[in-house]
């Protein structure tokens, strides 16, 4: 093995790992973060807006990773609950940090490894940092090694021609069946599959698809919210205008005004 192929990193120092309960119309902005760390959102949602352009929605089990420098602003309509850690990281000859993916879906091992640092932490035992450390650098390199797989995977034939599907075909309402036969399996193995290798649902990657063009069609001004939840594929605005504000925290007329300002 090369040298620059090497994974090598290592915790310099933890400042926190807590549990924190947020009331409605939370609302944090980080304008220029000093340490790494993340969030895992263990109830509700939050909108997640990166550098002040990209904006997702974060839900119950999503990991964020934060690194040094981010500018991110967390909104949540609802009370939300998360935990949250922040860390000074070392990665000495490469980047490989930073090539992490920011949101990971994490699975119930995972999440209660978190839950565990977390309780540990508030002990405040001689040995919680080292506990902490331990348990924080065994969970970055399974986020590497998920990471990996996910790669030597990304040319999986199926999930490839379901991404390729929902990309062409988000703008109208479809069956999973449809799609399946598309990808030649049968529904439920491609749903297996493609949350596996993914990360998410394939109505979760349908609805990222729509907000984002829905974004992208109001701030332009030349849809109204009505044309815009037509060229969508929603019945009614009523539709529409319910699935943007579940997403978005806002109504898409509200959103339309604002973008215009």
């Known amino acids: 093995m090369r040298n620059r192929d090497i994974l090598s990193f290592d915790i310099h120092d933890i400042t926190t790992v807590v549990q924190k309960h947020e009331g409605a119309g939370f609302d944090f902005r980080n304008v220029n973060r000093m340490i790494d760390g993340f969030v895992l959102f ?22 964020v990773i934060f690194h040094q420098n981010d500018t991110y602003r967390f909104f949540a309509e609802k009370p939300c609950s998360y935990i949250t850690c922040g860390l000074f990281l070392d990665y000495p000859g490469g980047n490989k940090i930073k090539a992490l993916p920011r949101i990971v879906r994490l ?5 209660q490894k978190i839950h565990d640092l977390a309780t540990e932490w508030d002990k405040h035992r001689y040995d919680s940092a080292m506990y902490c450390r331990i348990g924080i650098m065994s969970l970055y390199l399974d986020l590497f090694r998920m990471t990996a797989e996910d790669e030597l995977s990304a040319s999986d034939p199926a999930v490839s021609l379901a991404i390729d599907f929902l990309h062409n075909n988000f703008k109208r309402n479809f069956q999973s069946e449809e799609i399946a036969r598309y990808c030649s399996l049968s529904a439920s193995h491609l749903r297996s599959k493609f949350s596996k290798k993914v990360g998410m649902t394939l109505t979760e990657y349908r609805d990222r698809l729509r907000i984002k063009a829905a974004r992208e069609l109001l701030s332009g001004g030349e849809f109204s919210v009505k044309e815009t939840a037509s060229e969508l594929g929603f019945c009614d605005v009523y539709h529409f205008s319910k699935f943007f504000a579940k997403y978005m925290a806002t109504t898409p007329a509200r959103f339309a005004k604002e973008a215009k300002r």
């Open 42 to 63: 263990t109830d509700g949602e939050a909108e997640l807006t990166w550098q002040g352009e990209d904006t997702v929605i974060v839900k119950k089990d999503d990991l």
């Open 107 to 111: 699975d119930d091992e995972h999440i």
